[in-house]
Structures are given as structure tokens and as C-alpha cells.
């Protein structure tokens, strides 16, 4: 296995089994960080896809002075949520969202916890602005000022979206726990 | 940051998901129709560059300034030099000029030399005093003079148009059979000249490299900028000439390495060709070069190289005689077949893409000593420094 920084060097030489290398390595990472932010598995290859692109575009700008994964992961963020912008999809849902959702206002969050692959669904199926802004926010760990100029929305519209998203997260896994564990006990 | 909150980040952290084969085709795709697409505009923008500059370099200027018909026989029995012009440093009287200076004109000086074997013969002189300066108001040597050649030895005393970026200190000796006779310059001269000049050529050329298990082809092309500062200390007795040296233009197409690996095998040639009012020279050479490599970071290479480049040079020279004598106009040229450059220099590439990289060269170019025979024998010390810039692809 070669390491990052021959991978870097080949994959920018033009050598295809360097990036073939480069890609299976990291693309299941960057694949749960774009299923993430997408609405369905299809639009998360999608924004994989365009994310690998920028990848290899730019290795010629990666410094090796961070870690090369977390350099990655801001191509797939940022890309996906171009992705997302093209369509409108996150402005238009965070307005929509503020009015129509009516979320508890604190679930039993602690109570509960799925493993991962369950817990990826519930957020996958959150709305589009909750879902981005608390991939931002809880997981990408942006702040709040930062969520609003990426999403050119205001900065309490982010901190307020935050909030009503977790809360529904936190009701979508209670409801994904009474899905699953008749399933676990018929097991 | 609360439980919860964290419970989300350690399941992100370690969440993966296999993406289909599909993604890794579409990934490939989209790579190779980019890098089709960047070869298409760097092909398109190359070819135009190669337009413009041979446009401008071999696309003839307007009609030569006109040449007079009145000659004078006055034999002179002095040489005199051309008044001061940038970057030569002369003490000469000031020369008359029979038409105004462009920035574009070459200005040729003529200069006497009397021969006693030179019997006049009824060719029109270049200009009716001695002395002058004619301004010519094209590039191009060949459209600059419509006299007829003679067939002289180089029995006159001569002025020679050099290229700036050659030869920052010369040496030169003139030892024609009848040179005394026609030295007048009364006294020894000391000259310190210096100056900056700037040339800019068109680079292009086809390298091919060798690496296992890769081959291929380099093609490059761009735009040479050549920035020359010299500083030349030159001594005459009795017969020193002064020369001008005004850059006109310069083509030279040669290959260089742009690959960000080593090329253990490389083949190259040289081909350069300088054209100078007067004078012209054509090179072929084939660099033999050794290169070490000072820093090569995934983006970025420097190395450092030199070696020897045995060429085979032709020059040739328009020579302009002295109004009066018949020795006005003679064209010659010289084959040196065994010549030598040594050279060295720094070179500096950075990735553009995988297939295109952006470089930067400096080279320190000297030739070997060289004599060549003809009746004239002249020692030439040329130190070429040249610093180049292109894409290549």
C-alpha cells in the first residue's frame, strides 16, 4: 500500500492506478460525508463524483501542511452543498421548514442511540435545511456565523434551524428505535 | 457541545458507505474530457502565439530607407566611430544620420578601410560619407541592402552588427592581409560598456522521454524572454571598431524537459537561429546535459544542470565596406563544423494540471574558442544567458 503522499505525486504524474488507489481509499469515507448532506444514495454519488473531480483538479494546491483527509472532506462539503445550492434546495427548505414543522421541543435525545447506518438514515431523512445546517454545525463543527455566510442566510435563521433539526433528529431516531426493535426481538 | 452532539460526530467520524462502480467511471471520465479539453485550448492559444511571433519576425517591413546614389572617393585616411549610442560607450564624433530613428530601425555604421589591392568598381556605396549612419527601416537583413555583392576578401575594415544578448565581452582581432593599411584610428581605446537588453523568441520543440514504464512525447511551446545585462571592457590599437548592439530579434526553438520526473533518457536538439542586422548564424546542436535535482515537491521541481553541446554552427555576415572603395557590400559565410557550447543553469517547473507544467529556465551559455578561416580570424568568447518561460503540455 503506498501511502498519501506517493499517491498525491502519481495521481498528479496522470498515473491512473495511482488515483484508482487514491479513490478506493478514501471514497467510502467521503461517500458517508456526501450521503450526508444528500437527499437520496443517487444525488450522494453524485456529489462524490464532482468532489473526486475538484480532488484530483487540485492536488497541485494541497501544501501538505494539513491533514490530507480533512482537505478532502471540506472538497466534499463544499461541493455538496453547491450540489444542493444549484437546486435551491437549501435556502427555499429552511424557509419552508421555519413554518411547517412542527418540532417537540425536547425529545428523550440521550435516551437513545442507533448505530451508525440507522442513525445516517434519520438524518438523511431530515429536510434539506435542517439537514445541512446540522451537518454543519453538530458534525462539521462550523459556527454559526459561518453556517450563514455559507448559506447566505441569517445567522439566527442557522442557530434557530439548528435547533428545530436536532429536535426532529431526535424524533426521527425515537421512531426508527420503535421500527427496529420488534425487528431486534424477532431476531 | 452536549451528549448528543457528540453521540452525532463519533457515528459521522466513523460512518462509510461503498459508492457503486459507476462513480469511479464517472470520475474517470470526467478527468480525461478535461484533460482533452485543456490540450485543445493550449494547442489553440500555442499556434496563435507561433502566428503572431513569425508574423512579426519573418513578415518583411516596409521598403529599405533609401540608399545614395552620390559617391564620394575621398580616400579616408582615418577611421573614425560612430558617435555614442546606447549601450556602447564611444568617444567618436557625433554621426550624421540621413533619416530619422525609429525605435524600430537598425542603424549601420560604415567605416573605411583603404586597400591598396581594392580597385574601385562601380558599386553604389551605402551612403556618401563616411562615417554616417543610414537608417534602414526593416528587421529583416536580407530586404536591408540591394547592392551588389562583391567578392572581396575581408580586406576592408568592417563594421559588425551584433545581437545584444551575445557575447557581453568580445574579444576580437581582425587580421586581414591589408588591415594596417587601413587602420586609422589614431590611438588606443579603452572601452567600458555595458547595458540591459530585453529579446523576446518563440520557443517550441518536441522532446521525447523515457521512463519505465512510461514513454512519451513532450511538445512545448512558448515565449522565450531574454533579459541581458553585460558589461563588456574591450581594448583596441590602431584598429578597434565599434560596434552597435541593438536586439532585433531572435527565434529560438529548442526542447526542454517538462517532466516532473527524472528523464534517464533523454534525446534532444538544439536548433537556434539569430539573425542580426548584419550578421546570422544558425546552430543545430545536440545538448548532452546532466541535471541534478535540488527540490522536486509534487507540484513544483527545480534542478540545477550543465554539461556540453557539440554544434555545428553557420554564420554568416553582410560586410560593409567603405564609401569609395569597392569594397562596399560582401556577404560570406562560415561553416564551423566543431563547436562547442558549455553551458549551465537553473530550471524551475510547477504542475499545472497532470499534463501541463509551467517553466522557467536560466541558462549560462558559453562557447569554446573557436577559429575559423577565411582571412579572418576571429576568437569569439560568446556567453549566452538566457532566461526562458512557457507552458508546456
Redesign the interface.
Given at each position: 500500500m503506498q501511502n498519501d503522499e506517493e499517491l498525491i505525486a502519481g495521481s498528479m504524474d496522470g498515473d491512473v492506478r495511482a488515483q484508482k488507489a487514491l479513490y478506493e481509499k478514501y471514497a467510502a469515507l467521503l461517500m458517508g460525508i456526501s450521503y450526508r448532506y444528500a437527499r437520496n444514495h443517487a444525488d450522494a454519488e453524485d456529489i462524490l463524483q464532482d468532489a473526486f473531480l475538484k480532488i484530483f483538479q487540485s492536488l497541485s494546491r494541497f501544501r501538505f501542511e494539513g491533514s490530507f483527509e480533512g482537505w478532502m472532506r471540506r472538497i466534499v462539503v463544499t461541493t455538496a452543498l453547491n450540489y444542493m445550492n444549484r437546486s435551491k434546495h437549501i435556502r427555499e427548505s429552511l424557509a419552508i421548514e421555519a413554518m411547517s414543522y412542527e418540532v417537540p421541543a425536547q425529545q428523550e435525545e440521550a435516551s437513545i442511540k442507533l448505530n451508525g447506518n440507522d442513525l445516517m438514515i434519520c438524518i438523511q431523512s431530515l429536510p434539506d435545511g435542517f439537514r445541512t445546517v446540522l451537518n454543519l454545525h453538530a458534525i462539521e463543527g462550523y459556527s454559526h456565523k459561518e453556517i450563514s455566510s455559507m448559506l447566505q442566510i441569517s445567522e439566527s435563521t442557522s442557530r434557530s434551524q439548528y435547533m428545530r433539526a436536532k429536535a426532529m433528529l431526535a424524533m426521527r431516531i425515537l421512531e426508527r428505535n420503535k421500527i427496529l426493535v420488534p425487528v431486534d426481538k424477532a431476531g | 457541545m452536549?451528549?448528543?452532539?457528540d453521540?452525532?460526530?463519533k457515528?459521522?467520524a466513523?460512518?462509510?458507505?461503498?459508492?457503486?462502480d459507476?462513480?469511479?467511471k464517472?470520475?474517470?471520465s470526467?478527468?480525461q474530457q478535461?484533460?482533452r479539453r485543456k490540450a485543445i485550448v493550449y494547442s489553440v492559444a500555442a499556434s496563435v502565439i507561433i502566428l503572431l511571433l513569425a508574423g512579426l519576425f519573418f513578415i518583411p517591413g516596409t521598403s529599405p530607407a533609401p540608399v545614395s546614389s552620390d559617391r564620394s572617393n575621398n580616400n579616408n585616411d582615418k577611421v573614425n566611430t560612430p558617435s555614442v549610442q546606447p549601450p556602447v560607450a564611444n568617444t567618436a564624433p557625433e554621426a550624421k544620420t540621413t533619416a530619422p530613428v525609429t525605435s524600430s530601425a537598425t542603424l549601420l555604421h560604415t567605416n573605411k578601410g583603404t586597400g591598396n589591392n581594392n580597385p574601385p568598381t562601380p558599386v553604389a556605396p551605402l551612403t556618401d560619407k563616411k562615417d554616417q549612419f543610414v537608417l534602414l527601416t526593416t528587421l529583416d537583413p536580407l530586404f536591408m541592402f540591394q547592392v551588389p555583392v562583391h567578392e572581396g576578401g575581408f580586406l576592408s575594415k568592417y563594421i559588425i552588427f551584433d545581437r545584444l544578448p551575445v557575447q557581453p565581452y568580445t574579444v576580437d582581432a581582425t587580421q586581414a592581409p591589408d588591415i594596417k593599411e587601413k587602420t586609422r584610428m589614431p590611438d588606443t581605446r579603452f572601452f567600458i560598456t555595458g547595458g540591459t537588453n530585453i529579446t523576446h523568441s518563440l520557443h517550441s520543440g518536441i522532446q521525447a522521454h523515457f521512463i519505465k514504464p512510461d514513454a512519451g512525447i513532450n511538445i512545448m511551446a512558448g515565449v522565450n524572454h531574454t533579459v541581458f545585462t553585460r558589461v563588456q571592457v574591450s581594448a583596441a590599437v590602431s584598429y578597434q571598431y565599434t560596434r552597435y548592439r541593438l536586439g532585433v530579434a531572435s527565434i529560438t526553438p529548442e526542447p526542454f524537459t517538462i517532466s516532473?520526473?527524472a528523464t534517464p533518457i533523454q534525446a534532444s536538439y538544439r536548433l537556434t537561429n539569430e539573425s542580426f542586422a548584419l550578421n546570422h548564424t544558425h546552430r543545430v546542436g545536440i545538448p548532452l546535459l546532466a541535471s541534478y535535482t535540488l527540490f522536486n515537491l509534487?507540484?513544483s521541481k527545480m534542478s540545477a544542470f550543465g554539461g556540453i553541446e557539440p554544434s555545428v554552427v553557420f554564420t554568416g555576415k553582410y560586410l560593409i565596406g567603405v564609401p569609395g572603395s569597392d569594397r562596399v557590400f560582401n556577404n560570406s559565410s562560415y561553416v564551423r563544423p566543431l563547436n562547442a557550447y558549455y553551458e549551465a543553469g537553473l530550471s524551475y517547473s510547477?504542475?499545472?494540471?497532470?499534463?501541463q507544467a509551467f517553466l522557467i529556465s536560466y541558462t549560462l551559455q558559453r562557447q569554446a574558442l573557436n577559429n575559423f578561416i577565411g582571412g579572418l580570424d576571429i576568437k569569439e568568447h560568446l556567453l549566452h544567458q538566457v532566461l526562458s518561460a512557457g507552458i508546456a503540455f
Open positions: - | 452536549d451528549s448528543f452532539e453521540y452525532l460526530k457515528e459521522a466513523g460512518f462509510r458507505m461503498e459508492p457503486s459507476k462513480v469511479w464517472g470520475v474517470q470526467g478527468l478535461k484533460k516532473q520526473k509534487p507540484a510547477r504542475k499545472i494540471s497532470a499534463h
